[in-house]
């Protein structure tokens, strides 16, 4: 079922608003300053620059005081961490000192521990052989 369209009456064009009457307003006389502006200028120059370094000085405060309550919580967690790491390395005895040993040393304990770990690899590559010949040896039974 279809809707029926109902027309709607059209309503009157609209009229722009008439233009405000302009207002003429009569000029006032200007008024000469009180104070004339040299007078000004010399009054409070002086003022301004001696008062010049104590607001630098006031400005960085501020700013080093407002630097430091926002690193404040950082310098904590740093600290903190700081007396953790040397916990930790108090904890952990060095092995030995490193810096000590000549060069010839340290040659040496490498040659000796590389030795060691070349022995352990012939010693399973034996044990390896040893258990393929057993199943040769059952193989061919």
Known sequence: MRRRI?????RPARTPAPDPIPVIMETI?????I???D???????????SNEDEIINYIKDKATKETLKSLAPLLEKLEEAVK????????TPVSGNPVA????????RLQDTSAGKVKEKELKIAE?????Q???ANIRK
């Open 6 to 10: 109902h027309h709607r009456a059209s």
């Open 134 to 136: 057993a199943r040769f």
């Open 29 to 33: 006389e200007t008024i000469e300053p």
């Open 39 to 49: 007078i000004v200028e010399e009054d409070l120059m002086p003022f301004v620059i």
């Open 35 to 37: 104070v004339e502006p």
């Open 101 to 108: 040993m000549t060069y010839e040393e340290q040659l040496k």
């Open 128 to 132: 390896r052989m040893v258990k393929l």
């Open 84 to 91: 953790q790491q040397q916990a930790y390395q108090a904890a």
